[in-house]
């Protein structure tokens, strides 16, 4: 096809709808998070006549407030903790999960998977007491495990669906050439699974991070020292004692949301890379 028979090509309405779609869903997106940005940088009087527009005058000093303040590291540290005991505890547990039910046939393995499916229909606020009593009894209440460990088990379904879609996808012939040179199943999940699997490991991990970095529930129930206070928690008491400054509170939100946005931006970054990879090419 030369290039005036390109010219001449009809077009497609629907890569105007689709491109029209997505630039809407950008719009939604971005909007908040630039008003959220944005009204950290100007002073409470601005910020209620021009609540969205650029600021006249940038009032640098009310992020660096935040930024020198113990109390916002304090609460990112915390928040971090859960965070990643969350993510390490879900990625184990699930990558093993999930292999066994890819590549492991034993008796009453699909009841199995068909149990642990059913916890994606109960959020964790219809297991809040059950969860509570079940925590004090562990004595874990006011410790990190305490509130990573609930989080785990209501990560735990999502995740081993997704990651046992992806398992089944290896060729079933490594598996086979691996058992026949002598390679048991643990070496196979170690050296060959896992590393073809960094795709998917990378999004159920930025999937279960931001889950739990945005957790507010369990938080609540679980911890009552606030100095274990992740920042949910935290932005509730800085807004209690900051109630009527929204361009302080939207500053320290900015602030908060801010690692979240960066892991996903490596996240994809690796997300992309790792599909490259493979141990099979056509």
Known sequence: MNSAETARAPFDPAVLFKAAFLGIVAI?????????LLGGFKSLGELRVNPFGL?????????????????????????????????????????????TFAHVRFFGSSMLLSYLTLG??????????PLFIKVRD????????????????????????????????????????????GCSYIKFFRYVTLPLSRPILATVGTITFVNSWNAYLLPLVMLNTDALYPWPLGIMVYQGEYSSEWHLILA??????????????????????????????G
Do not use: C
């Open 28 to 36: 939604f997106v971005l909007v908040p998070l630039l008003a959220t």
């Open 120 to 129: 994606l229909l109960f959020p964790a606020a219809t297991a809040v007491l």
């Open 252 to 281: 320290f939100i900015t602030l908060t949301i801010l690692p979240t946005i960066i892991l996903f931006l490596l996240a994809q970054k690796h997300i992309v890379a790792g599909l490259t990879a493979g141990a099979v090419k």
């Open 138 to 181: 562990l004595g874990l209440l006011d410790t990190y495990f305490g509130v990573a460990l609930p989080q785990v088990a209501f990560s735990l379904a999502m995740s081993v669906l997704l990651l046992r879609r992806f398992f089944k996808d290896i060729p079933y012939e490594l598996l086979e050439a691996a058992l026949v040179d």
């Open 55 to 99: 600021p006249q005058h940038w009032e640098w000093q009310n992020y660096a407030d935040i930024l020198f303040s113990g109390r916002y590291w304090q609460l990112l540290r915390n928040s971090l903790i859960i965070s990643t005991l969350t993510v390490t505890l879900t990625l184990i547990v699930a990558s093993m999960a999930a292999f």
